[in-house]
């Protein structure tokens, strides 16, 4: 089945900066959407942003502005360019593929996590 391998994690000062990237391997069936959450201590893991095929975006409002998901398609990448990092922005991130299986139902798929600490 499909592997998502994330990395860029790592830990920052408030204001920083990071870039956390995913790939996708072994994936056959069409990918819906690419997207990332997350998910801090005590919390649901919530969507942070997310890109279609189409190059459209979702961002949860909490990132508007400071964040932005991109795409490499020949790569089957995913990224996440994460600006202006706040300490609430303090938690493991996922990847996650959405695709279709030939029964047309939707599946996901998630990484392993990168922990991404925002902190003086």
């Known amino acids: 089945q499909g592997q998502l391998v994330e990395s860029g994690g790592g830990l920052v000062q408030p204001g920083g900066s990071l870039r956390l990237s995913c790939a996708a391997s072994g994936i056959i069936s069409s990918i819906v959407t690419m997207a990332w959450y997350r998910q801090a201590p005590g919390k649901q893991r919530d969507m942070v942003a997310r890109i279609i095929s189409g190059s459209s975006t979702t961002y949860a409002d909490s990132v508007k502005g400071r964040f932005t998901i991109s795409r490499d398609y020949a790569k089957n990448t995913v990224y996440l360019q994460m600006n202006s990092l706040k300490p609430e922005d303090t938690a493991v991130y996922y990847c996650?593929?959405?695709?279709?299986?030939?029964?047309?139902?939707?599946?996901?798929?998630w990484g392993q996590g990168t922990q991404v600490t925002v902190s003086s």
């Open positions: 996650n593929v959405a695709i279709k299986n030939f029964l047309g139902n939707v599946l996901n798929y």
